[in-house]
């Protein structure tokens, strides 16, 4: 893709399904639009964007030319944190008691225990 072969061009060498082709040219526009803000610190929406893309601190630092230490204090300073979302062990068919958690950039935390009845 980044020497400019097409999607289908690269389907018929690789016999990759063009869906996993899209996702992966939508990651590297993401990383052009990135790459192309003006100098100085991206917007707390830019920074979002990415991380809810699932860009880490250190590959958004390689595209903006700073350290990783650099686009974590770029999160902090506009209060973008991680949230944490549990994953439903038991499919919702009885009550989950070791439930999981994994982190993303959405609004609502789930990481609160869920409270029971007493």
């Not at 690269?10 to 990759?16: G, K």
């Not at 990651?27 to 991380?51: N, S």
């Not at 893309?53 to 990783?68: I, K, M, Q, S, T």
């Not at 944490?84 to 959405?106: G, I, M, N, Q, W």
């Amino acid at each position: 893709m980044r020497l400019g072969l097409s999607d289908a061009e690269i389907a018929a060498i690789t016999a990759w399904d063009p869906w996993f082709l899209r996702q992966i040219r939508h990651i590297l526009d993401l990383e052009a639009a990135f790459t192309a803000l003006p100098a100085g610190t991206p917007t707390r929406e830019q920074l979002r964007q990415m991380k809810r893309a699932g860009f880490a601190d250190r590959r958004l630092g390689a595209l903006r030319g700073v350290d990783e230490a650099t686009v974590r204090a770029w999160r902090h300073a506009a209060n973008l944190r991680p949230v944490y979302k549990r994953v439903d062990t038991c499919a919702a068919e009885f009550e989950a008691h070791t439930p999981y958690l994994y982190s993303t950039y959405e609004d609502e935390c789930e990481a609160a225990p869920p409270r029971t009845a007493r």
